[in-house]
């Protein structure tokens, strides 16, 4: 392992460890059994299958979310629409699924196609908007979120509300929704599509040409361009692909188990997780997975806690934002990576003495 | 329906809605100006809106609560600064640790300190006055609109003057102006880029803090969770479209309080769903954005084609 790589690692986990660190240190100030809650936190999710298939059930659109993201960021491309294409993912899944009768089994798939289409359109109007007028896609994405959802909003309470449920669709069909793989849990096939998308997402940023030019136009746009790649090419491409995958993984959230109902009438946030997973996974979807099993541990700690105790779920939120300020700190540890790069120089030297004598 | 439009109501309104939006657009362009995009607004504003309303219920003096508040939002400021400008952290990603930070904590805050999940209604805080000018609040119709806003608006508006004389008629303005405009420049005619980049950031911190505590002191009396709902987003916006200029970016303002004070008319009055018109001040960004980068690069290409 080079030692860059390796500073990396031991980077990661310091920062873990010391968000975890003072997080345990607000929950000790502000809790009354601190060491209760702490141990649930870390072992919660542990103690039974229920708990831990609820982790592996979180871990599913986090890695959709965040492998759109790696992939949009990959090229430098500050898309944060995947929130929003997301949300119009389930959106679209739902419709489909309630309003297309289709065979069992072709159900899922049309649902599934659809909302990837409507994420990769959607995630595409920043990126239309910076290549028509040069909008900033940062500011544009911002804004398209809450556009997804009202427009969520109205199609459920206008299309395809229930109107025995309040504000939830009529139930989504089993015909379409998608199978439970392990008895006893909602751990469902999403897993399967979700690792699947991972390997692709990997597959295409480093093996392909096309994702060759990606990462090199994120690296370093001017020269991407004089090597004769078209970067307009790459800024839609980075944000089409990152939005089907993150309306992909709206569409198996709302097809899944766990949802009876398209009832979202908030945004749920995965887009801006997706942002904790690509810090950590260090822009390659290969490793969203582990970085998602993370959070999505630590989220499931966090709720068993939270039940059980009287620490608040919000503390895990701090977390994260303590994780990513130190992951994404380039200089934090720079003072201990100097010694090490000498360290290697001077062992290098030594050794071509040697060699010489 | 065109009655409610023509009425001291409907500026007050949008008044309303455009005071938070101003201050962080303000807020916004100082920063962009010294050449950096502060994402952290939405955070600095939630944390200013929380902490507008502990700390004037703990001083029980309006005054000193608001000064610790917008002390509060210059020191995220300070903090967001020394990630980007010591730590290298990317702006962007450290906005968005901040802001995630600000939702898990203001939650955290408020209960440690009152025991309320979401929403401080027990908090006896205090709220910025109503302004009544005198003389003025007489004249027919106008008196209405220019007298009577709450404190903090006058406030936002003598802030679009006062930011713009900063940023164009003082040395510290040009500055920051030029280290945005090109910091290898500056640097070489010895301006620190760093301790100007760490200025503006405060600087912005506070008049987001501003912003956020209207929301919680001024537009509601009270803190609730996640109540700047994106404004810290649109005001990024509004900035963008404004050119990053304060004149630019009160006009904006006016234009989203419009937008805003418009959709809550049309949900009493006319038969389009609620759902759709809450799209229309974010459209109307959106929109406006576009339109507003798009002259912004036929002049640049024109310039080009000239040269």
Redesign the interface.
Known sequence: MSSSKKLDIIRMVLAIAIALGISFL?IVL?SKEPVVAIVKLLTGPLTSKRSFANVIEAMIPLIFTGTGVCIMFSAKQ?NLAGEGAFHLGGLVAAVVALKLVLPAGLSPVVALICAAAAGALFTAIPAV?KI?????V???S??????AL??G??IL??VIRDPSSGTASYPIPDAASLPVLVSGTRVHAGIIIALAVAVCGYLFLYKTKLGYELRLTGQNEAFAQYSGISIVKVILVSQLIGGCVAGLGGGVELLSPIYARFTWASLLGYG?DA??IC?LSKKNPLYTPLAAFFLAYLRTGASIMARSTDV?L?????T???I??LV?????LSGYRQKMIAKEAKAALKEQEASLT | MMQTIISADFINAILRAATPILFAALASAIAQKSGI?N?ALEGIMLFAALFGVIFTALTGNFWLGFLLTIITGGFIGLVLAF?IL?????A???A??????A???T??IL??YSGE?GASSSVSSIAAPQVILPVLDKLPVVGKVISGQNLLTYVALAAVVVVHLFLYKTPLGLKIRSVGENKDAAESVGISSKKVQYIALVISGVLASFGGFFLSGGYMNMFTKDMTA?RG??A??AS?MGGNTPIGGFLVSLLFGTAQALANVMQMFSGI?Y??I??LP??T??VG???Y??S??RKAMKLENRS
């Open positions: 607000i502000t500050t908007m028509k007028t040069g909008s900033p940062l500011v544009s911002l804004l398209i979120n809450y556009l009202y427009f909003n109205y309470n206008y801006w942002i904790i810090t608040t919000e503390i895990i939120q701090i994260q934002g303590i990513i300020l994404v700190a380039e200089q934090f | 995009v994402m990630f010591d730590l290298k952290t990317d962007i990603l450290a968005i640790a901040i802001n995630l930070i939702t898990g904590a939650v955290l209960l440690a999940r994106g987003f649109i990024l916006a963008a769903p759902e759709l809450q799209m974010y459209l960004s959106l954005l576009g339109i980068s798009y912004k690069m």
